[in-house]
């Protein structure tokens, strides 16, 4: 499986921007795909994953209502729309998923934000104040 990241960028605060991950290798309709992030001198974090075998998503706390995963079958792509972007939502973001599509109906439930074996290239977001 092999995840490409696309977009990112600069933004003033309250803002949008949208990251895309093109997902190739495995069966997209079972697959899973989590979204994290780093900022600087802190832990890397996961804000979101969606399910594509049921379309079940989850977001952490601080982007609930601001950011929304989806997926787009066609493309075999997994985007996550950022608005009312924050300072402290500046990072480098990172799309990651299981090593296989067999993963995928349990990925989002079990094993992220504490497990992913696959991993995007990483784009840097940047919100200016």
């Known amino acids: 499986v092999q995840l490409v990241e696309s977009g990112g960028g600069s933004v003033q605060a309250g803002g949008s921007l949208r990251l895309s991950c093109a997902v190739s290798?495995?069966?997209?309709?079972?697959?899973?795909v989590g979204w994290f992030r780093q900022a600087p001198g802190k832990e890397r974090e996961g804000i979101s994953c969606?399910?594509?075998?049921?379309?079940?998503?989850y977001y952490k706390d601080s982007i609930k209502g601001r950011f929304t995963v989806s997926s787009d079958s066609s493309r075999n792509t997994v985007y996550l729309q950022m608005n009312s972007l924050k300072p402290e939502d500046t990072a480098v973001y990172f799309c990651?998923?299981?090593?296989?599509?067999?993963?995928?109906?349990?990925?989002?439930?079990?094993?992220?934000?504490?497990?992913?074996?696959?991993w995007g290239q990483g784009a840097q977001v940047t919100v200016s104040s």
């Open positions: 969606i399910s594509n075998s049921d379309g079940n998503t």
């Open positions: 990651a998923g299981p090593r296989s599509s067999y993963r995928g109906p349990y990925f989002c439930q079990m094993l992220w934000p504490h497990e992913a074996d696959r």
């Open positions: 290798g495995d069966n997209f309709d079972d697959y899973a």
